[in-house]
């Protein structure tokens, strides 16, 4: 099993552990492919919740360019809704991972084809 298989398998892990949802691993394949060599950076695989300017990136590069939304405050609930979902408490929020609870919230899939 390759560097990558093993990440997206922890992500897997992380999403029915600590979210509580059975992840479409065909998705989580694609969202973590499109994440790019970010997963193997311990700092740029995570998402800084309490940084303000980290949450304008993950709503400005994902949310607004990858999935094609537009900006507002349902964005921002968004962002919120699934960074609690993932745990206030919870230090290491992948990237791949709050990137595919957005993709599901949306209901962008169709992004990752």
Avoid: W
């Amino acid at each position: 099993m390759g560097k990558r298989d093993e990440l997206i398998a922890k992500y897997a892990e992380d999403l029915k552990s600590k979210c509580g949802m059975d992840a479409d691993m065909d998705l989580l394949t694609k969202v973590t492919i499109g994440c790019g060599p970010a997963i193997y950076d311990a700092d740029a695989s995570t998402v800084a919740a309490t940084q303000e300017g980290e949450i304008e990136t993950v709503k400005n590069n994902f949310l607004i360019k990858k999935l094609g939304l537009s900006d507002g405050p349902a964005l921002d609930e968004a962002i919120q809704s699934v960074l609690d979902t993932y745990g206030q408490s919870e230090r290491n929020k992948y990237r791949a991972v709050v990137y595919y609870m957005l993709t599901k919230h949306f209901g962008k899939e169709s992004v990752y084809g």
